[in-house]
Structure formats: C-alpha cells, structure tokens
C-alpha cells in the first residue's frame, strides 16, 4: 500500500513540484512573488505557465479545462472549455493563453448575486487564484483540468465564497505581522491561517435513497417515525468498520490523494451509518477548496459503489446529525503555528496576546461566527444530539483557565533569566498540550488551535474561516495599535491580556454546552442566543458588521447587501421546496396507502362478519387509523393552504413566513405521518421506515 499511495499521491495536482520541473526558472520565480506577496503576474508570464499547465493535462488525457469556482450556492460551478483553436489549415491546434488562464467570462446572470449584477450586466468574470493550485478532474466522460477561480461581477464585486476568504486572509496576514514585528520577529514575510477540515457524512444504500422523494430532493428526511433501536449507545462510534463501506473509503482515499488531497483519518461516527474523514490541514485558501472536492467525491464515490452519501446536516431525526469541525490555527512561513505555547515565557507572552485577540474576537463578533454556520438543515442539527447549542462559546480548558485566574488576580510570577529582555515576567508558564477535551464546546482550544464545531456538514467552509480571518485581524489590528503607542511594552503587554479578560470573560465556558443550565447562564451572560436562520442572518444589517468588514476590506456595504438578500432567499426557498416535498409525499403516496389498505380492511370486516366473526378488535383498529388518517388530512390541507399563498417582496418578510408558518406546517405534517407510520403494517408503508435505512452496518 505505502507504495500505492506514493504512486497515486498528486497525481492529478499541479503542485509546486511539477510547476518548478516544467517552468523557466524565472518563470517560477515570477509566480511565487504573485503567489507569496501578491506581485502582479506579467501576461507574458502567464502564457508560459498556462501553455505548460495546458501541456501537462494534455498528456494525462485532458481535453477541456474549466475555471472551477464557488458562487454563492454552496457548492462549486464549472463551464468547459475545449483546448481546440482552429488554425489556418482547417485543422486545429491546442491552446491555453494566460489571458485565459487568468481571467474567464461567462454569463452569470443565473447565478445568485442579491442584485449586485442587475445594476450592470449580466456578465460574470473568474480570476485565477494562484494561490490555490490546478487539478485535473476525471470523471467517465473524460479529464478535464480544473482552475481555481474567484468570481466576481463586472465591477469586481464578489459573487462567491472565495474572494472575500482571500480577502480575510490578507487583513489577517497584515495586522498578525504588526504583532511580530512588534516581538522583534523580523524573519516571519507571511502569516495565513491553517484549516483541518473534519468531515462527518452518511452513508445509505442508494435505492433507499431512490425511493424517499424527501432524501433525494433535499438530502433528508422530512418524515418518519422514531426507529425502534435509535442510537444504541452509540456503538457505532470507532466500530468496526463493515466490507461495504470499508471499499467506500478506500476509494475515497485513492481519488482524494490522486487530487493532493492528504486524507489521512477515517473511521465510523456515533450514529448508525455515520461516518467521518478528515485530511491533514492546509492552508485555510486551500483546505477550503479541498473540502469541496472532498464533499464532491464522496457523492460520486457513494454513488459509483451503490451508496448515497447524505452531506446534509441532520438526514434523520433521533440521532446525531453531521457537522464539520473547522479546525483552526494562525501559521508563519517559517514554520510556526502562533497558537502554540511556546518553551519560553517570551513565546508565552506572543502565544498569550494572540490567545487574547481571538478571545476578544470571539465575543465581539460572536453573532458573525454564528451566521457563518446558519443553515436551515444546520437549524435543526445545533441544540440537538450531540450537536452544540446555538450560544457561542469559548473552552480553554484548565491550564489555560488557571492561568487566566493568575493574570487577573494580578498574582506576579517569579523572575527568570530569560523573561528579563522582554520584561515579561509577571506572565505564568504556560505548558504545550495542557488541554483536556470537551466536545460539547462550539469553540475549542486543543492543544495548539481552535475547533469550532458549528459549522454544518454541507456548508462551505469559506463562510466561517473568513469570519475567523476577519474578526482575528481586528483584534490583532486594536492590540497592535496599543503596542505600537505603548512605552512600556511588557507593561502593556500585561495590561492588554488584563482588559481583555476582564471585557470578554463572558464568552468563556468550560463546563457542559449541551445543558440546559448553560442556556440559563449563557443569557444571564448576555450571550447571543440565536436560534433560527433568519435571526442569525440579520447580523448582517448591523452597523458593527459592516464597520468591520468594510474597515479590513472583506465585504463593501453593496456585497453585504447582496448577501443578506441571497442568504434570505435561499432559506425560503429550502423551506418551501421541503413543505412542497413533504405533501406531496403525503398526498400521492401516504394518503393513498392508507387509504387502499383501509379499504381493503373494510372489505375483510365484511367477509369476516358473513360468517359470523365478531369483529370488534379489528374494528377499533381501523377506527384509530382512520383517526389518524383524518389528522393527516387535515394538517395536510394546512400546508397546501399555506405554500398557496402568496409571498411578500420583502425577502426578511418572506423568510420570516417561512419560518413560522410553512416549517411549522410541515413539521406538524410530518408528525402526523408518524402517528400513521406507526399504525400501519410496515408492508404497506409506501417508503424505507428507519429501521430499513439505519442499521446494515452496526456489529449487534
Ligand atoms: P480529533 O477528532 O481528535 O479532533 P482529528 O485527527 O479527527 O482530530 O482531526 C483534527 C484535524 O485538525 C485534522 O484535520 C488535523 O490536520 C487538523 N489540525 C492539526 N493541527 C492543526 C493546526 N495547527 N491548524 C489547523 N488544523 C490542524
Ligand atoms: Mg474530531
């Protein structure tokens, strides 16, 4: 196997090895300023890259290449384009010019924009990030070489999830150096921040998926009634893992490493079919876009093999949904991961500044970080099994906590050698890997960076990690400034740390985030308790949240408007289109089997009772189904009634309906379809129940 994955490993990647082996020197030299410092790439030399990349995905078969890139739907786009240019003799040759390379146009008009493009023209444009490198995409149909792109409008307003993550990546970038410089580190030229992605997802046989309108169409269950074994203990956790899926993730891993991606852990989750992947960290630009690929390929995988991967947040009630834990740390060029304790307690007193920026991140902007994880199908998965609460929290752990105590209590430190230059003696010792776990805090510190485990299973990680990014860079941003205007640095030093605890305390938390206590202290806090999508997506009109993003130049007051309008729409959208599932659902398939089996029944009884049977029993049996039968009926007319009417114009307006009326609705529906569920022969239920989808894997 060691040498399969040598084999594999990059295959399909144009990383920095094959650009160093296949371009001029000068050339090479030339991307990595543009890659490193954000130089402008010369045309000149973005045809002698692009005729190189186009040579090598040429040689492994490529036809077509695509600016590959991620609108504002939540997964990725891409448009084909041929290698063909015709030439003077009829024939054609191929070619890719860097115009092409670097930048694309195409009719965007379909895709969501929050009217950023009406105001101008339709027109789209993709710009090459560079940063991120190409890859070519295999598929039955052929290979074709993808380009990572940024999308934007005619006037370069973002359309997509990767601009503004590039975007946050340099605010942060700039005010982390700030903070360096100001420690005497001269050698540091790059500060980005590093993401591991933990992916959790389902697995489930695809004909079950074939025969459930409400998992096909929306990547859930919107009815069923509770399974009978649930989630055992969760025995699932770390199990055995079955020949079926075992085969799955294999495959898995050989496509995800031909693409340079370093899957490395697997293994299954708590709840039945539940399982979970999760590549080693990069580069937050870069995991990103892996993480698309990831969630991509173990669609296509599942669906080669016969399995239907379910990405959405909570597929099935009862049991744990999926999340994606975001694990998150700030990194130098040269090596060093900033959010390790250091040996020294002058590495302490910069681990404990940067500690103390994202502290007060954290709490300033917590209804951000909230938002970046606001989802419909995320709704229902936060403040459920095993899911963290929708409260923002931080957990340090108690080494970290005890120091915290030892700097507000203002206890000094005794003195050491090595603290005398930098003054900073008064600060404790801090011990590398001083964290314990606590899986039910949103927002963890383990050991050297941040887990936020908010962040649904499906969503794009770009949303969070540019909100980290941001908020980072403006504390970083206030925390230099002090420094830069401080005469006594370590005496500022001291004091920072000092009124950053004592202002943002509140958002730190190390007991248990799943109680219901929590909820009590964390609004005696004044903690942000948002619930809902809609709630979560009004932060977006806050006058803080514009100051922020504009001041760092993440988001223009225009893209936040777009946002705010896409992000309500897409809400809306989801919930009528799950009301309009779930009644169908129940008009065409449940309403009929219940009705065919009670006339059948009913047509039993009278045979029964010709000769001579007292019917009694069987009679109470259909009274109750038809009870339950006109429930049914009922609450069915609610949501047609409901999904009839009409809209209002105003996006929040719509929203809000569709949270309080058509969800509502369909939930009640859905109930009532249990109660049937529950009454009726399983023979006769027109769909899988979830004791037929949940439990092909679980060792008994
Ligand atoms: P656990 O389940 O114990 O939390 P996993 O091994 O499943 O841990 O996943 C941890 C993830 O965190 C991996 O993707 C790993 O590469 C990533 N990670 C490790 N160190 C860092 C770091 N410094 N910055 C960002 N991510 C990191
Ligand atoms: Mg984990």
Redesign the pocket.
């Known amino acids: 196997m060691a040498s399969k994955i040598e084999e594999v490993f990059g295959k399909n990647l144009f990383h920095d090895e094959v650009l160093r082996e296949r371009l001029p020197a000068q050339t090479y030299e030339a991307l990595q300023q543009t890659i490193q410092n954000g130089a402008e790439l010369e045309l000149q030399t973005a045809d002698v890259i692009a005729d190189a990349m186009m040579k090598w995905a040429v040689e492994r078969g490529a036809t077509h290449y695509t600016h590959w890139f991620q609108p504002l739907t939540g997964i990725t786009a891409e448009k084909h384009e041929s290698f063909i240019e015709p030439d003077e003799k009829g024939g054609v040759t191929l070619r890719l010019s860097g115009k092409r390379l670097i930048k694309g146009e195409s009719d965007a008009s379909s895709f969501p924009s929050g009217g950023l493009r009406a105001t101008f023209e339709a027109r789209g444009y993709t710009a090459w990030d560079c940063t991120s490198p190409a890859f070519l995409k295999e598929d039955a149909g052929g290979i074709t070489l993808c380009i990572p792109t940024a999308f934007c409008s005619y006037n370069g307003e973002a359309l997509d999830q990767k601009t503004p993550l590039l975007r946050s990546m340099e605010a942060l970038n700039k005010h982390a150096l700030r903070i360096l410089r100001l420690f005497g580190d001269n050698e540091t030229k790059r500060v980005v921040s590093?993401?591991?992605?933990?992916q959790e997802y389902f697995l489930i046989d695809k004909e079950f998926l074939n025969r459930r309108w409400d998992i096909k169409l929306t990547g859930k269950t919107l009815m069923g009634a509770a399974p009978l074994k649930g989630q055992a203990a969760s025995r699932h956790y770390y199990g055995a893992i079955t020949d079926r899926v075992s085969r799955f993730m294999n495959e898995l891993d050989e496509e995800l490493w031909k693409l340079g991606i370093t899957a490395k852990?697997k293994h299954n989750e708590a709840a039945p079919c539940q399982h979970e992947m999760?590549?080693?960290?990069a580069t937050a630009n870069i995991a990103c876009d892996q993480n698309q690929l990831v969630m991509e390929m173990m669609k296509k995988v599942a669906d080669r093999q016969g399995l239907a991967c379910l990405l959405t947040e909570k597929p099935f009630p009862y049991i744990n949904g999926s999340g994606k834990?975001n694990?998150?740390?700030i990194g130098t060029d040269t090596g060093h991961?900033l959010l390790e304790p250091g040996k020294t307690p002058y590495d302490n007193a910069q681990f404990l500044i940067f500690l103390s920026a994202v502290i007060r991140a954290v709490d300033k902007h917590a209804a951000l970080l909230r938002l970046s994880c606001a989802s419909s199908s995320n709704d229902r998965r936060l403040g459920g099994d095993e899911a963290p609460p929708a409260i923002i929290s931080m957990f340090l752990g108690d080494d970290l906590m005890d120091v915290i105590e030892k700097v507000k209590s203002n206890v000094e430190q005794p003195e050491r050698a090595q603290a005398l230059r930098f003054g900073v003696p008064t600060l404790p010792e801090v011990y590398r890997d001083a964290t314990d776990r606590n899986r039910t805090s949103p927002f963890a510190f383990?050991g050297?960076?941040f887990?936020f485990r908010m962040p649904g299973a499906s969503q794009s990680l770009s949303e969070c990690n540019t909100v980290l990014n941001t908020i980072v860079a403006e504390s970083l941003d206030h925390i230099a400034t002090r420094l830069e205007m401080a005469d006594d640095f370590a005496a500022e030093v001291r004091e920072i740390f000092r009124d950053i605890l004592f202002g943002h305390e509140r958002i730190l938390f190390n007991g248990d985030g799943y109680s219901k206590e929590w909820h009590e202290e964390a609004a005696r806090r004044g903690l942000p308790i948002i619930t809902d999508t809609v709630n979560a997506i009004g932060a977006l009109k806050n006058a803080s949240t514009r100051l922020l993003y504009e001041r760092y130049g993440v988001f223009t007051a225009s893209e936040l408007d777009a946002r705010y309008e896409v992000l309500l729409e897409q809400y809306t959208e989801q919930i009528v289109l799950e009301g309009r599932v779930v009644a169908d659902m129940v008009r065409r398939q449940v309403a009929p089997a219940c009705l065919e089996y009670l006339s059948r029944m009913a047509g039993n009884i009278v045979a029964a009772r010709a000769s001579g049977l007292d019917c009694k029993g069987m009679d109470e049996d259909m009274v109750d189904i038809d009870d339950a039968g006109a429930l049914l009926r009922r609450r069915l007319f609610e949501l047609e009634k409901a999904l009839e009417t009409p809209l209002p114009a105003d996006k929040a307006k719509a929203a809000a309906i569709a949270r309080d009326d058509i969800l509502v609705k369909t939930q009640k529906l859905g109930k009532a379809c249990d109660k049937l569920e529950r009454l009726l022969p399983r023979s006769v239920w027109p769909m899988p129940t979830f004791d037929d989808m949940l439990y092909e894997d679980i060792q008994v």
Not at 194 to 198: F, K, M, P, R, T
């Open positions: 590093n993401v591991g992605a933990e852990t999760a590549p080693v960290y834990h694990n998150w740390s991961n383990t050297n960076k887990e």
